[in-house]
């Protein structure tokens, strides 16, 4: 079959791999119609290998790189293991990135974003959606409504990690969230708070293309090049800070304006990959007993409240997708695109279908 295959460094091939067979009774084959690039991808296509491994194989994969891509898809269920229950063939169905060993604490405690031995599909092993099959264990496969756009479905994976972050800050109806950067997953962070009910959300973000459209989804935006962010917040939320803030821009100056753009009491939220160690003021942290935490994933439950969010239409999260385009391309396309870092691009999807089948 033909996928697109991560090499290392700027190095990502759309070539032929062997096609992956149900070799375990709870295994699921999928096609793949679309599949999101995360910034996870671009992570290692810019800076990496970091989470790709390359010297030894993952543990529970007993893969390394070359890897197939792609952890953001949705598709069809073509055939099903002896043991698969939840689904069968025909159905739509959409991924959990968490590749998990299903033994320890963390997993038996329905935490699997904590997993001892956490791998993320389409980084470390188990193929990826930017082919042409798949096979995952049936604890990854969510189905998805009938009725759903495949699209749609492959947004499914970078809201649930919004989501869960959202749901980690205790953040609820009538309450003030600041979200820091209006990329993917600030954008998400957006669509995590509407599910929670939260209707004042302030985006801060240098692109006016990137605040116009955070405007466009109802949010009040911030220029943070010309405004200090913290004195903004405070002067449309009766003097006071955000009750919780989130970080998906991963730079240096947005996580002071995270700490100082909350309430005392209030929580910050850290969703962006933070390349480098930075200088925190924790007498901010003690003082106004503020909380700092991180999130990665999600949980079961989360993945399937974001999927019923969409499914229903209490969110309609296609203005993300802002480039349609195929495997063969994904390094042209895709990832060069995204790493000159064009502040129109949101999400782009890749499909190794005809484009033109993919209505
Ligand atoms: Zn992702
Ligand atoms: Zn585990």
Redesign the pocket.
């Known amino acids: 079959m033909q996928a697109v295959r991560y090499h290392g460094l700027h190095d990502v091939r759309y070539e032929t791999v062997p096609t992956p067979i149900i070799q375990a009774p709870d295994h699921i084959l999928i096609e793949p119609w679309w599949c ?1 690039i ?4 671009l992570g290692e296509y810019v800076h990496g290998p970091s989470a790709v491994p390359t010297t030894t194989c993952h543990p529970i994969t007993k893969e390394k790189c070359p890897v197939v891509l792609g ?2 898809f949705a598709g069809y269920v073509i055939e099903v293991g002896s043991a698969v229950t939840k689904i069968k063939p025909g159905d739509k169905v959409c991924s959990s ?1 968490i590749i998990r060993c299903e033994k320890c604490y963390f997993c038996k405690i329905n935490e699997p974003n904590k997993c001892v031995q956490l791998g ?1 599909l389409g980084l470390s092993g188990f193929g990826g959606g930017m082919s042409q099959r798949v096979v995952i264990p049936q604890v990854m496969a969510y189905k998805l409504p009938d009725h759903l756009d495949l699209r749609l479905g492959a947004l499914m ?2 809201l649930a ?1 919004s989501y869960h972050g959202v749901m980690n800050t205790g953040i609820g109806p009538g309450q003030t969230a600041l979200v820091l950067g209006a990329g993917p997953i600030g954008l998400c962070v957006l669509y995590g708070l509407k599910i929670r009910g939260v209707s004042k959300i302030i985006v801060s973000e240098p692109s006016e293309q990137r605040r116009k459209l955070a405007e466009d989804l109802g949010a009040l935006t911030i220029d943070p090049a010309k405004t200090k962010v913290s004195r903004q917040v405070k002067s449309w939320n009766n003097g006071i800070g955000a009750d919780a803030s989130f970080d998906c821009s991963g730079v240096p100056s947005t996580l002071d304006d995270g700490l100082t753009g909350i309430r005392p009491g209030g929580t910050f939220m850290i969703l962006a990959l933070i390349k480098k160690p930075t200088t925190v003021n924790f007498a901010r942290v003690q003082y106004f007993e503020k909380s700092i935490k991180g999130g990665v994933c999600y949980t079961d439950e989360e993945f399937e409240e974001v999927i019923n969010a969409v499914g229903t239409g209490v969110i309609d999260p296609s203005p993300l997708i802002t480039s349609e385009i195929h495997g063969k391309d994904a390094d042209a396309l895709g990832f060069k695109e995204l790493a000159r870092a064009n502040p129109e691009q949101i999400k782009i999807l890749v499909t190794t279908r005809p484009l033109e089948s993919n209505l």
């Open positions: 999101g995360c910034g996870s991808d952890h953001e990135a993320f994976e970078p990690v």
